[in-house]
């Protein structure tokens, strides 16, 4: 039998904490959707890893990490999921169904600063978030993610608000696994949205 979950779009709540990275383009997955490459700043692009903890009053509560490399096909520029774990059938089975987003399950250990993510293979990644600056006011965030659903790329609409903070991020990816083009990178931006009211899908 074939796991539940929300219709689209999801209603969600939680807490994002985004970290940016210049990686080579080199080391990056190759799997990105049909037609669209990474954007290249030299030999570098442009990577983005959040930890993502959604809470009720939300569709659905659960924690998540990701990998986004920024992408292009022509003109349009647009941030693709390369990498991604969670802790809930239901959000793999729908993330998976509805947008093409490679959903995996993993563990996770969210503990004050720190957080850690494993599967069965061992540690994915660990690290540690610590507020800066909080700013003021509740932020707008709109975009939207291009993936390969079935046979085609398709995009879907992400529209969020919420209280931004600048935070001082370290990641630890696990030099033989997944994350391995992470590893030894430190991020050059890091950026938390709190309290966050979020809109996913159409």
Same mark, same amino acid.
């Given at each position: 039998?074939?796991? !539940?979950? !929300?219709s689209e779009p999801w209603d969600l709540r939680g807490r994002l904490d985004l970290s940016l990275f210049l990686v080579p383009a080199a080391d990056l997955p190759d799997d990105l959707p049909d037609g669209w490459r990474a954007v290249r700043l030299a030999r570098w692009a442009v990577v983005a890893t959040a930890w993502v903890r959604y809470e009720p009053p939300g569709v659905l509560s659960y924690r998540e990490v990701m990998a986004v490399v920024l992408a292009r096909r022509g003109a349009r520029v647009r941030p693709t999921i390369v &990498?991604? $774990?969670v802790d809930s059938e239901a959000s793999l089975a729908g993330g998976r169904a509805l947008w093409g987003i490679p959903k995996q399950l993993a563990s996770f250990d969210f503990?004050?600063? =720190?957080r850690a993510a494993r599967d069965d293979d061992g540690r994915i990644t660990a690290g540690t978030v610590r507020d800066r600056l909080r700013l003021p006011g509740r932020w707008p965030v709109r975009f939207s993610i291009v /993936? /390969? %659903?079935d046979d085609a790329p398709t995009t879907s609409p992400v529209r969020a608000r919420g209280g931004l903070t600048v935070t001082t991020t &370290? %990641? =630890?990816? =696990? @030099?033989a696994g997944p994350l391995a083009f992470l590893a030894g990178h &430190? @991020? $050059?931006l890091s950026l938390t949205l709190r309290d966050f009211v979020m809109t996913f899908g159409r």
């Open positions: 039998m074939s796991t !539940p979950y !929300p &990498r991604i $774990w503990t004050g600063d =720190a /993936q /390969q %659903l &370290r %990641l =630890a990816a =696990a @030099p &430190r @991020p $050059w």
